[in-house]
């Protein structure tokens, strides 16, 4: 069986546009969403604590023996760009064929239920600690960015639809079926 340390943000103090909730409600409640597609495709898990910081789920996961590190976030644009950006980033581990991989193939699916398949990106990186840091290979996704109108109703309006895609992923990663669970 694959293992998995799934790590959703845990950023409550990074609020969606209209008050819509924040990053770590979100990216927890598409975790939950995602535990019984894991057990029924046979993925073993653990998850962060969503009162830890990153450090401390990093030397969790570490601590462990994962097959995968994912990390689950939703991104805000830089000030001047503001509810202008959209569309979800896979981040990767730059030295990591196996990170790279994995963000080729949630960025395929990723492809299939966002409203702009063409915005969907994998994006090398070095300086993300839930990159750079774990030891098990890794990919940070921002799901779409929380400060634009379009991408947090998208986020907020498709939690099981965007957990179940996740997953898929994780199945065609780890090279096992995907299971509708019961």
Not at 16 to 36: F, K, Q, R, T, V
Not at 110 to 119: A, E, G, R, T
Not at 148 to 177: H, K, M
């Amino acid at each position: 069986m694959p293992s998995l340390f799934l790590s959703p943000s845990v950023q409550e103090y990074n609020p969606y546009i209209a008050g819509l909730g924040s990053e770590e409600y979100y990216m927890n409640l598409i975790a939950d969403a995602m535990e019984p597609y894991l057990y029924a495709s046979g993925i073993t898990f653990t998850r962060n604590n969503p009162d830890d910081t990153a450090a401390q789920a990093i030397a969790l996961s570490n601590a462990g023996n994962y097959d995968f590190h994912l990390a689950l976030h939703s991104n805000a644009a830089p000030e001047n760009l503001s509810g202008q950006l959209q569309g979800p980033d896979i981040y990767y581990y730059a030295p990591s064929a196996a990170g790279k991989r994995a963000a080729g193939i949630f960025q395929d699916n990723l492809k299939v239920i966002y409203p702009d398949p063409d915005i969907v990106r994998t994006i090398p990186n070095t300086t993300l600690g839930e990159l750079r840091l774990t030891r098990a290979p890794a990919n940070l996704i921002e799901l779409a960015y929380h400060d634009n109108l379009e991408d947090a109703l998208w986020i907020a309006n498709n939690v099981e639809i965007i957990a179940r895609n996740l997953v898929l992923s994780l199945t065609e990663y780890f090279g096992i079926p995907f299971v509708e669970p019961f």
